[in-house]
Structure formats: structure tokens, C-alpha cells
């Protein structure tokens, strides 16, 4: 999804340096970036290769000179960097809000309006599920847990009981939590 650097720029809580008309359609390392290109640079030793980039733009702090290359500015470039990654690569949804007919949970869950609970899915007493998490497929929850918003537990998950996750966690499939 190509925006143009100064849409990026106000998300992400940035200002401008240059030509903030710029498309941006993706991201990569400033070695190898090409016009299309968002790259970055925190680290000292890597801004010998502002100079040489092909980036069409570049996330930089406030001192770091940007040799005439577009530049969104911000004092941690680095966090920056990784809001855009999330913003020009949205995590698609693998299951639509609301509890599949297929799944298990008990009377007592407080599961928010905004969570999905993909097939065979089995959620024990005294479960709280915050807005926006995602539970793909076959992910068992053991009693008193809670699970915070916007998470994504991919299949065959098992959290085992009392275990409390924060939110906006990842948890890959076939991981325990809570295990002996």
C-alpha cells in the first residue's frame, strides 16, 4: 500500500525534512533500498551510507545529516522505523471477530465484542479476553487467565491456568505457557 512520505510521517509522529510528496511503497536496508524505498539510520557507522542510498527517503534523528534525501525526523529513528514496517505491512487478520460454532467457552469467559475465536478452540472458566485478540485455530485456555488486547495466537497454543499475557503479543503455534 504506497503512501507518500508525509501520510507516514504524521503517523507515525515524525516531521518532515524534504520532499514529503514522495511514494513509498516498502522498506529495506539503506545498502540496498531503491527509490521506492524507506530505509534508515540509528546507528553511527551506518551513515557513511547516506551518501551512497538509492532510498527514496530516509528515517533519521535530528542531527544526522540527510545529504539532500527526503527524511522523516524523530528522536528515536530506530522506533520510528518499526512503526512504519507495521504501517506498510499490515498483519492480516486470519479470523473473523466473534466466537466460531466449532469452539468451546465457558459460561463465565468475559471475551470482548472484538475478539475472534477461530475452530476448536477451548477457553476454560474465569477467562478474560481483551479487544481485538485473535485465536486462529485449536488453541486451548486453561482457567483464570487473562489475555490482553490486540493478540494473536496462532494454532495449536496452549496457556495453561492462571497465566495473565499483556497485550499486543505473538505467540507462535504450538508454544505452552504455564506448563510444569
Keep these: 500500500m504506497p503512501l507518500k512520505l508525509s501520510e507516514i510521517a504524521d503517523t507515525v ?9 514522495v511514494t513509498i511503497s516498502g522498506v ?3 545498502e540496498t533500498a531503491t527509490p521506492s524505498e524507506i530505509s534508515f539510520v540509528a546507528n553511527p557507522r551506518y551513515k557513511q551510507h547516506i551518501a551512497t542510498t538509492k532510498a527514496g ?3 533519521l534523528d535530528h542531527e544526522t545529516d540527510s545529504k539532500g534525501i527526503p527524511a522523516i525526523r524523530h528522536p528515536e529513528p530506530y522506533l520510528t522505523f518499526a512503526k512504519i514496517i507495521d504501517l506498510l505491512y499490515p498483519e492480516e487478520q486470519l479470523t473473523k471477530p466473534g466466537i466460531d460454532q466449532t469452539s468451546i467457552v465457558a459460561d463465565n469467559a468475559k471475551i470482548d465484542d472484538l475478539v475472534a475465536i ?11 479476553i481483551g479487544a481485538g485478540t485473535e485465536l486462529v485455530s485449536s488453541v486451548y485456555i486453561g482457567s483464570n487467565v487473562t489475555i490482553g488486547k490486540n493478540c494473536r495466537l496462532y494454532p495449536g497454543v496452549r496457556i495453561m491456568d492462571g497465566v495473565c499475557i499483556g497485550n499486543n503479543v505473538r ?7 504455564g506448563s510444569d
Design 118 to 128: 477461530g475452530p476448536l478452540c477451548h477457553i476454560r472458566n474465569s477467562v478474560t
Design 13 to 21: 509522529g515524525g516531521t518532515i525534512d524534504g520532499d514529503g510528496g
Design 28 to 30: 529495506a536496508p539503506i
Design 171 to 177: 505467540i507462535h503455534s504450538a508454544t505452552v505457557i
Design 57 to 59: 527517503a530516509l528515517v
